[in-house]
Nanobody
Framework: QVQLVESGGGEVQSGGSLTLSCTPS????????VGWYRQTAGTQRDLVVI???????NAAESVKGRFTISLDDSMNTFYLQMNNLKPEDTGVYYC?????????WGQGTQVTVSS
């Protein structure tokens, strides 16, 4: 079972920026896909952005041009840079990794954007 440790959530005003980080217990380069999902109260966990080491990325339309996912193998960590945040970006953000068909989740970190 892969353990994921997230950090970087918080509260920011509309238009601000935050960076989330996620560190897996295993080597980052071993995972097929890594990414971020968001969940708000009473809703399912929705994709924000996912990527792989080949640089293939899939992002939700609502975050394109504002959110960037990046991988740092030297730090064994991947990040979600969020710029120009909007109130509708509010939610609990979960990092996710996939390997050999298995999925692991971080503990979640709250992001709150006030207007």
């Amino acid at each position: 079972q892969v353990q994921l440790v997230e950090s970087g959530g918080g509260e920011v005003q509309s238009g601000g920026s935050l960076t989330l980080s996620c560190t897996p217990s295993g080597p980052l380069r071993n995972f097929d896909v890594v990414g971020w999902y968001r969940q708000t109260a009473g809703t399912q966990r929705d994709l924000v952005v996912i990527t792989n080491h080949a640089g293939v990325t899939n992002a939700a339309e609502s975050v394109k041009g504002r959110f960037t996912i990046s991988l740092d193998d030297s730090m064994n960590t991947f990040y979600l840079q969020m710029n120009n945040l909007k109130p509708e970006d509010t939610g609990v953000y979960y990092c996710n990794v996939e390997q050999w068909g298995y999925t692991s989740w971080g503990q979640g970190t709250q992001v709150t954007v006030s207007s």
